[in-house]
């Protein structure tokens, strides 16, 4: 079974402080590596994608691949309130997408 | 501007009943999906689709079936429903290519009691 890992937090940081969430994945063969942001109630929505090992960055999010150790990461800088949600880390192999169970993150004005 | 659109939002069933959830998306894309995701954890994938006839179990199929006879429509069918089925139902698609993300839809809410 495929297995996506992450800290359920929930993670409470200070405004403006750095976020660090993490994740973990057992499948070798995962090509796609991505980062859902979910409001209580609501549908996931795409914050992050990342192909190839390193860092890519958009604005305040970097998100970062270890394939090698098959390590995921979600780096929020300048945190806001409004970055209070749960963050979903997902890995694609072949057909499936899957899902970890997601990190809770609280950003205290 | 639909993408994908679930209906209904919400529904309670008794147990035993049957129902279908219905998901249909208008950016023809090959590859849809179904998740479930009950309080406070993250989506477990029950059902996927990578083309008009084809679809396969995902992590948590028993209790549901699924058929995509045209590359819009993706119903879910919940059999027989028990409490255990009470949970968040989320379908998604996407273009198939790689490095494609999942466009969701709003999610259905199901209580069985």
């Known amino acids: 079974q495929k297995e996506v890992e992450q800290n359920s937090g929930p993670l409470s940081v200070p405004e403006g402080a750095i976020a660090s969430l993490n994740c973990t994945y057992s499948?070798?063969?995962?090509?796609?590596f991505f980062w859902y942001r979910q409001y209580s109630g609501k549908s996931p929505e795409l914050i992050m994608s990342?192909?190839?090992?390193g860092d890519k960055e958009d604005g305040r999010f970097t998100a970062q691949l270890n394939k090698a150790s098959q390590y995921v990461s979600l780096l929020i800088r300048d945190s806001q309130p409004s970055d209070s949600a749960t963050y979903l880390c997902?890995?694609?192999?072949?057909?499936?997408?899957?899902f970890g169970a997601g990190t809770r993150l609280f950003v205290k004005a | 501007n639909a993408g994908v659109t679930q209906t209904p939002k919400f529904r309670i069933l008794k147990i035993g009943q049957s129902m279908t959830l219905q998901c249909a998306q208008d950016?023809?894309?090959?590859?849809m999906y179904w998740y479930r995701q009950d309080p406070g954890m993250g989506l477990k994938l029950i059902y996927y689709?990578?083309?008009?006839?084809?679809?396969d179990k995902g992590e948590v199929p028993n209790g549901y079936n699924v058929s995509r006879s045209t590359t819009e429509d993706f119903p879910l069918r919940l059999e027989l429903a028990a409490p255990s089925q009470t949970s968040v139902y989320f379908c998604?698609?996407?273009?198939?290519?790689?490095?494609?993300?999942?466009?969701f839809g709003n999610g259905t809410r199901l209580t069985v009691t």
């Open positions: 998604a698609s996407s273009p198939g290519t790689l490095y494609s993300p999942l466009h």
């Open positions: 499948d070798r063969g995962s090509q796609s």
């Open positions: 990342i192909y190839s090992n």
């Open positions: 997902a890995v694609t192999g072949g057909f499936k997408t899957i």
């Open positions: 950016m023809n894309h090959n590859y």
């Open positions: 689709s990578v083309g008009a006839g084809i679809t």
